[in-house]
């Protein structure tokens, strides 16, 4: 079956625009993530859903981030007035549920540049 | 102090060699735990959960020590295919997911 997705796989802006990035899940999965990884880092954790709800949005950067799901399917994460710093890859993931033991399946990620 | 604290490496070894990598985690809540690869620009990917009496997977044994708070990965036999960067995983309260920055394998011929 189809993995996760995302769109668009590059993302080239400028500073101070807006962008919108988008994630379909697995189907039937009702939990996404939202991470974010910088150049040679490691994840970090932004957000995420169950359902279309989301518990917790203290891993956000800042007020300029944005997230939101839909049908429990499409997700988007919105990036307000771009800064140099959000450049990163920006990674997706879902899992069957909010569970102790679920595997995350990840998308291939949206690169983002922001000039 | 981050909350999940890994060696960044590399580890060099050769075909064959047995090699083992650790990570310390901070929030003693913590749930869950992982091992998961990724691959140079690549994704992500699971590569075992680890249960707090110790699992094995082929090649791959994990361990958790819930008094110190670490975690071990033991590979052994490493083959060429195993070059990447481990990753450990905790699962904190309210489900929020923490993962390490990696420790980087590189095994030669």
């Known amino acids: 079956g189809a993995g996760v997705s995302q769109s668009p796989s590059n993302k080239v802006t400028e500073k101070g625009k807006d962008v919108e990035l988008r994630c379909d899940p697995i189907?039937?999965?009702?939990?996404l993530y939202w991470y974010r990884q910088r150049l040679g880092q490691g994840l970090e954790f932004l957000i995420y859903?169950?359902?279309?709800?989301?518990?917790?949005k203290s891993g956000l950067p800042s007020d300029r981030f944005s997230a939101e799901r839909t049908g429990e399917s499409v997700s988007t994460l919105t990036i307000q007035r771009t800064q140099q710093e959000d450049s990163a890859v920006y990674l997706c993931?879902?899992?069957?549920?909010?569970?102790?033991?679920?595997?995350?399946?990840f998308g291939p990620g949206t690169r983002l540049t922001v000039l | 102090r981050k909350e999940v604290e890994q060696d960044p490496g590399p580890f060099n070894v050769p075909e064959g060699a047995t090699v083992a990598f650790n990570c310390t985690y901070s929030?003693?809540?913590?749930?869950?735990f992982f091992w998961y690869r990724q691959d140079c620009r690549k994704e992500p990917k699971l590569l075992m959960s680890?249960?707090?009496s110790g699992n094995e997977d082929g090649r791959f044994t994990a361990q958790l020590n819930r008094a110190s708070q670490y975690i071990s990965l033991l590979i052994r036999d490493s083959k060429l295919s195993d070059s990447a960067t481990y990753l450990c995983?905790?699962?904190?309260?309210?489900?929020?997911?923490?993962f390490g920055a990696g420790t980087r394998l590189f095994v030669k011929a």
């Open positions: 995983v905790t699962l904190g309260g309210g489900f929020k997911t923490i």
């Open positions: 859903f169950q359902g279309n709800s989301a518990p917790d």
């Open positions: 680890v249960y707090s």
């Open positions: 993931a879902s899992s069957l549920a909010i569970l102790l033991y679920n595997e995350q399946f």
């Open positions: 929030n003693s809540a913590s749930q869950s």
């Open positions: 189907s039937g999965h009702t939990a």
